[in-house]
T-cell receptor, first 116, second 109 residues
Framework: KAGVTQTPRYLIKTRGQQVTLSCSPI?????VSWYQQTPGQGLQFLFE???????NKGNFPGRFSGRQFSNSRSEMNVSTLELGDSALYLC???????????????FGSGTRLTVV | AQRVTQPEKLLSVFKGAPVELKCNYS??????LFWYVQYSRQRLQLLLR??SRESIKGFTADLNKGETSFHLKKPFAQEEDSAMYYC???????????FGTGTRLQVTL
């Protein structure tokens, strides 16, 4: 069973630019969530999508957005990049039926974004 | 708001010694708790869920609702246990993990 795939693995962008990161969940997983990992703030929740709908959002500015497609693949977008956006962005997929949580979250390897 | 506290940034033990990584949580509802591990240059991996009450790689963790704790334990540390360990809480009806700041376990000979 293929794991969670994130592309690209590395990105270098300039301040002010925008970036799009992609995540393909495990087949059959309809929930995709995104996290930012930095040395200073640790792992912080960005947002979660289920069946193309954003169900939950963390405390990040509106520059951070996302979407999910009908095949459950998800993208996150960061506009007007700032130096502080440099981080490892992790995607996780999980399988739920209604309120029942079947397995733990499975994480991808992440996309390391460097803003210069 | 929910919170997960891991008081130790670094825990250094000798091979064969017992290990206890501490985790305390704050949550008004019924939490689902996890331990995740991140080995060097590898992705974050699920180690344990409190609901499954299983032992993985010799590690166990018991949820103590009275003390709001979910400490991770292993009776005899191995070198390959050296990694970053994160305790995480999932709200009952939301797919949203709140992580602790992590504890780096260093097992030395």
């Amino acid at each position: 069973k293929a794991g969670v795939t994130q592309t690209p693995r590395y990105l270098i962008k300039t301040r002010g630019q925008q970036v799009t990161l992609s995540c393909s969940p495990i087949s059959g997983h309809r929930s995709v969530s995104w996290y930012q990992q930095t040395p200073g703030q640790g792992l912080q929740f960005l947002f979660e999508y289920f069946s193309e709908t954003q169900r939950n959002k963390g405390n990040f500015p509106g520059r951070f957005s996302g979407r999910q497609f009908s095949n459950s693949r998800s993208e996150m977008n960061v506009s007007t990049l700032e130096l502080g956006d440099s981080a490892l962005y992790l995607c996780a997929s999980s399988f739920r039926t209604g309120d029942h949580f079947i397995y733990g979250y499975t994480f991808g390897s992440g996309t390391r974004l460097t803003v210069v | 708001a929910q919170r997960v506290t891991q008081p130790e940034k670094l825990l250094s033990v000798f091979k064969g010694a017992p290990v206890e990584l501490k985790c305390n949580y704050s949550y008004s509802g019924s939490p689902e708790l996890f331990w995740y591990v991140q080995y060097s240059r590898q992705r974050l991996q699920l180690l344990l869920r409190h609901i499954s009450r299983e032992s993985i790689k010799g590690f166990t963790a018991d949820l103590n609702k009275g003390e709001t704790s979910f400490h991770l334990k292993k009776p005899f540390a191995q070198e390959e246990d050296s990694a970053m360990y994160y305790c995480a809480l999932d709200e009952a009806t939301a797919s949203k993990l709140t992580f602790g700041t992590g504890t780096r376990l260093q097992v030395t000979l």
